[in-house]
């Protein structure tokens, strides 16, 4: 593909920030692709091609990786961190810069617009997945880890059995928050009388950031380890003893991403639990 030939290979592991322009811009060429090829339903398709977008960077990322753990003798906690931080890194500012251009579309666009763009995001917010209930169920721990476990658990088979697939799930679920939070600071300010969606935007976001985070990391260690296994499987002998270590080194990295799993549902469960004036921008926003 010719835009894996754009930048050097090893360009964003230099500078991971640079993913968040990337994400940014790769989510807009999406969105207005789709707009244009897609306009009756452009939302899963605009995240496809976004996800089209990004894929050929991750494929020099997951080879520079790759490099990495064949050189490491002994799966360690050390090694691990090393081998993939950058990585992760890469994955949280992709993840960051796609988030912010579907919660500023929703806040900046006209509201006929926005149900259009983001049509499959939104049906989630007034759906099962969103409530206006400021109260919460006893179960919402289980809930929220069942949920998150079924995400996690996606992400690493689409890594596994397509190598780099997970990106998929992991642009949708940035689209996905980014619509809900833009669209609740939104209809938060009109309830409000306010014209500003953005004070709203930041106290949720400041909210939601810690949990967000940790479920996100989760999702990017489960995909990381997939994609790595499912290389291992193509460049290494079955049953080789280099096979079993780069395995066992994924491994390692996948029950990382259920202890993320297990702190991420504690913490969102908390938020939704005691801070109130979350509890209470929702409500408006259901008002509004």
């Known amino acids: 593909m010719v835009l894996e030939h754009i930048f050097p290979e090893d360009w964003l592991e230099r500078k991971a920030s640079f993913a968040f322009i990337l994400g940014i811009i790769y989510s807009v060429i999406g969105v207005l692709i789709a707009s244009v090829i897609f306009p009756g339903d452009p939302a899963l398709v605009a995240v496809a091609f976004t996800s089209l977008l990004i894929l050929p960077e991750l494929y020099k990322i997951f080879d520079i990786e790759e490099r990495k753990e064949a050189v490491e003798q002994h799966a360690t906690v050390g090694a691990l961190y090393r081998d993939d931080i950058d990585l992760i890194k890469i994955y949280i500012f992709l993840f960051l810069g796609i988030l912010l251009v579907y919660s500023l579309g929703t806040m900046l666009l ?3 617009s926005t149900n259009n763009l983001f049509r499959e995001q939104l049906e989630i917010r007034y759906g099962q997945g969103f ?4 109260i919460i169920s006893a179960g919402l721990f289980w809930d929220l880890l069942k949920n998150n476990f079924m995400v996690m658990i996606a992400c690493f088979l689409l890594a596994l059995l397509t190598g780099d697939g ?4 992991i642009t949708w679920n940035a689209s996905v928050w980014g619509t809900i939070f833009g669209l609740t600071a939104k209809k938060a300010a009109i309830a409000s009388g306010s014209t500003n ?3 709203y935007f930041g106290i949720i976001m400041a909210v939601v950031f810690p949990h967000m985070m940790i479920e996100a990391i ?7 380890s997939g994609s790595m296994i499912s290389k291992d499987v193509i460049l290494e002998k079955f049953e080789s003893h280099r096979f079993w270590e780069v395995f066992i080194f994924n491994a390692y ?5 259920l202890l ?8 969102e ?5 005691n801070v109130t004036i979350y509890q209470e921008i929702i409500r408006l926003s259901f008002a509004g």
Do not use: K, T
């Open 110 to 112: 006209p509201e006929l």
């Open 131 to 134: 409530s206006g209930q400021a």
């Open 166 to 169: 997970a990106i998929f799930l």
């Open 197 to 199: 969606p953005f004070v």
């Open 218 to 224: 989760c999702y990017f260690l489960a995909a990381i």
């Open 253 to 257: 990295l996948f029950l990382f991403a």
């Open 260 to 267: 993320f799993l297990l702190l991420g549902a504690l913490v």
């Open 269 to 273: 469960a908390w938020v939704l639990d």
